[in-house]
Nanobody, 127 residues
Framework: QVQLVESGGGLVQAGDSLRLSCAASGRTFSDYHMGWFRQALGKEREFVAAIRWSGSIIGYADSVKGRFTISRDNAKNTLYLQMNSLKPEDTAVYYC????????????????????WGQGTQVTVSL
């Protein structure tokens, strides 16, 4: 399995921006489609965004569309999530996840499609 480590979280004010990073190691990064999920306190983990191994974007949750951008740099083995115009409701622990291409999952908005998960990074947005 690939190992994933998120970074870049923090405490910001509404309207600010953050960029999360997810560093991958242990396996060939381009063997994986990648996703971002988040879990707010007391709520279930939810899909945020996903990207194919090639860099083509699978999609975004409606709640973040137009504000967040997912990207990856296969040469640096790193996944990114640029978050703009942050809102208090974006407060959550953000997780990156990897889905091995050869497993053939078609719906990469589902948690079950992912084989490996990072430990998460906290994002807190205040008013």
């Amino acid at each position: 399995q690939v190992q994933l480590v998120e970074s870049g979280g923090g405490l910001v004010q509404a309207g600010d921006s953050l960029r999360l990073s997810c560093a991958a190691s242990g396996r060939t990064f381009s063997d994986y489609h990648m996703g971002w999920f988040r879990q707010a306190l007391g709520k279930e983990r939810e899909f945020v965004a996903a990207i194919r191994w090639s860099g083509s974007i699978i999609g975004y949750a409606d709640s973040v569309k137009g504000r967040f951008t997912i990207s990856r740099d296969n040469a640096k083995n790193t996944l990114y999530l640029q978050m703009n115009s942050l809102k208090p409701e974006d407060t959550a622990v953000y997780y990156c996840a990897a889905s091995l291409r050869s497993n053939g999952w078609l719906n990469l908005r589902q948690e079950v499609a992912y084989d490996s998960w990072g430990q998460g990074t906290q994002v807190t947005v205040s008013l």
